[in-house]
C-alpha cells in the first residue's frame, strides 16, 4: 500500500508563487522506480496533466500550460516530490493532486489511468 499527501496549497495572488509537497510512504518499498506525477482539476472540469518525474534519473515533462512557470523535483531521500509554481496565474487555480505510478516509467504518462495511487489533494487558489 502506497501513501500520498500532499501539503503547501493555500491563497496566492496573481504572479505569486507556491511550493506544492507530496510526501509518499509505503510499507517495504523504496521509491527507486516508477515515477510521480501532479495532476490539477478545477471546479466542472476533468482532472489534467501537470508535470512528471521519474525516481530514477529524474526525467521529467510538462503540460505546455505550465512549461516555464513550474518546475517539478524529487527528494529520493526523503520520498518527496515538489511542484514548485511561480507565475501563478487564475486559471492555474485548482485542487492538485499527486500521484504515483509504481510500474514501469519510460514515457509521458499524462492520464489518470496511468497512475497506482493518489493523495487527497491540496487548494490552490490565485486571485487576479
Known amino acids: 500500500q502506497v501513501q500520498l499527501v500532499e501539503s503547501g496549497g493555500g491563497l496566492v495572488q496573481a504572479g505569486g508563487s507556491l511550493r506544492l509537497s507530496c510526501s509518499c510512504a509505503?510499507?517495504?518499498?523504496?521509491?527507486?522506480?516508477?515515477?510521480m506525477g501532479w495532476f490539477r482539476q478545477a471546479p466542472g472540469k476533468e482532472r489534467e496533466f501537470v508535470a512528471l518525474i521519474g525516481w530514477n534519473g529524474g526525467a521529467t515533462f510538462y503540460a505546455d500550460t505550465v512549461t516555464g512557470r513550474f518546475t517539478i523535483s524529487r527528494d529520493n531521500a526523503k520520498n518527496t516530490v515538489y511542484l514548485q509554481m511561480n507565475s501563478l496565474k487564475p486559471e492555474d487555480t485548482a485542487v492538485y493532486y499527486c500521484a504515483a505510478r509504481t510500474r514501469y516509467f519510460s514515457g509521458s504518462y499524462v492520464y489518470p489511468p496511468d497512475y497506482d495511487y493518489w493523495g487527497q489533494g491540496t487548494q490552490v487558489t490565485v486571485s487576479s
Open positions: 509505503a510499507s517495504g518499498r523504496t521509491f527507486s522506480s516508477g515515477g
